[in-house]
């Protein structure tokens, strides 16, 4: 469960309402800072919402972990701001706020009432550009974030499962490191390390700032030029990985220990970036693999032949090329071995047949219903929209990436189940109880 949770939180937000076009008007400060301003007067609530074009992939290897460490070290406080008062300030405003760190992009948001527009700008805006970044504020938050590193991973069931799993997958390639990162980075990293990734990263040029909900558009442009107009520009070169991950040409198979009950299988698979026609491919043969009770390798493998507990296909959608992360826990007195081969003839039975017409409809169903479900808010919105500009450089696939699913057909499952479920691009990992 908890994989599961990593991975949709990792995977890029999709959203479009069918039939409800999303307007919204966008452009660039002189600054480099692109601004993206939504209006829904349906609420009196807005979201400013700031997304920085950086993720655990833009570290340096032997600094890992530094994008999540300053998601926490951005809520220290600023020069206007003392030290734990940020969060304090929105709650007393009658607000809420929060923030997320992936592989390809950070995110902050703070959702107030509308009359409290200005508040929200002006704490993202002094965020950007007066935080404090001192020896008390990083002593502090280096114990937080090694201490989530033990908790949310190190210390607890299948929390190494994904960090296993990338480090085998990825030779040359940065998402071999999770978003974590390794806690002798982290303890280890200097003032100077530390300032020096938020003047590269952290600037209004790497940045979309995306405001939704009860604002008139016309009035909320110069407050955008007031808070953030004058913040100057970013002068270092923003590093962006180009290595290019090389497809495998032998299957990896290991088996590590841990403290669990239950052993657990991976297979990995190469999945194509985000954004890819192939992608959305991928996306769509997972969900018809092990998405709910009705889906095939449930049907299968649990209720069928009774050989699984639970059985699930997961896209990790990501900027560079992801993973396919197939995950099956064997039933009671079931050899992981016979869970596997039960794996691997479902997925030979879409690689070799087409499905049905009945199939493909009803995951076209299952997907305008996700996306138009996932676009209720004005909070949603914010992130889609921040999103599609920070991944796509496009906004407007609010309105259409839709119509990415709906174009797929029984042809292109059959033929990227071919392409990519290949035996010797796989990592196979068992992961077994260390009583074992």
Do not use: C
């Not at 600023?78 to 709650?91: A, L, M």
């Not at 590193?149 to 190494?160: C, S």
């Not at 693999?289 to 069928?304: A, F, H, I, K």
């Amino acid at each position: 469960m908890l994989l599961s949770l990593m991975l949709f939180m990792l995977v890029a937000f999709t959203s479009r309402g069918q039939g409800i076009r999303i307007d919204f008007t966008e452009y660039t400060l002189d600054n480099g800072l692109h601004v993206i301003l939504h209006q829904d007067n349906s609420t009196p609530n807005v979201v400013v919402n700031i997304m920085y074009h950086v993720g655990s992939k833009n570290e340096n290897p032997e600094r890992t972990g530094f994008a999540h460490f300053f998601e926490h070290l951005m809520f220290e406080g600023t020069k206007h701001i003392g030290r734990g008062e940020f969060s304090e300030i929105v709650e007393k405003a009658g607000g809420s706020l929060n923030a997320w760190t992936s592989f390809d992009i950070t995110n902050y948001f703070v959702l107030l009432p509308s009359n409290q527009l200005e508040l929200g700008l002006w704490l993202e805006s002094e965020r950007l550009l007066h935080p404090v970044i001192d020896s008390i504020g990083i002593a502090t938050q280096k114990s937080v974030v090694t201490e989530e590193m033990k908790q949310t991973r190190d210390n607890r069931p299948y929390g190494r499962l994904l960090t296993e799993t990338l480090k085998r997958a990825y030779q040359v390639h940065p998402y071999r490191s999770d978003v974590l990162g390794l806690d002798p980075h982290i303890r280890n990293a200097t003032e100077e390390d530390i300032k020096n990734f938020h003047d590269t990263f952290y600037v209004p040029n790497n940045a979309v700032l995306v405001i939704t909900g009860d604002i008139d558009i016309e009035n909320t442009k110069p407050l955008v030029e007031k808070y953030f107009g004058d913040i100057p520009r970013g002068t270092k070169p923003i590093y962006r990985p180009n290595v290019v991950e090389p497809l495998r040409t032998a299957e990896i198979r290991d088996t590590v220990y841990d403290n669990i009950q239950l052993p657990m299988i991976i297979h990995a698979y190469p999945l194509p970036a985000l954004g890819t026609p192939d992608y959305y491919a991928m996306e769509m043969l997972g969900t018809l693999l092990s998405s709910g009770q009705s889906s095939r390798m449930y049907r299968r493998l649990v209720d069928e032949k009774q050989i699984a507990l639970q059985v699930q296909a997961m896209p990790l959608g990501l900027e560079d090329p992801g993973l396919m992360i197939v995950i099956a826990l064997p039933n009671m007195g079931i050899d992981p071995q016979v869970l596997e081969e039960g794996i691997i003839e479902e997925l030979e039975l879409v690689k070799n047949e087409l499905i049905s017409e009945q199939e493909l409809q009803k995951l076209k169903n299952q997907f305008e219903s996700r996306l138009v479900n996932s676009n209720t808010t004005i909070a949603s919105r914010a992130s889609s929209l921040a999103n599609y500009h920070t991944l796509y450089k496009d906004a407007g696939r609010i309105n259409t990436e839709l119509n990415n699913y709906l174009g797929v057909t029984r042809e292109d499952i059959r033929r990227v189940a071919q392409e990519y479920l290949k035996e010797q691009y796989r990592v196979v990992l068992y992961y077994m109880p260390k009583a074992e």
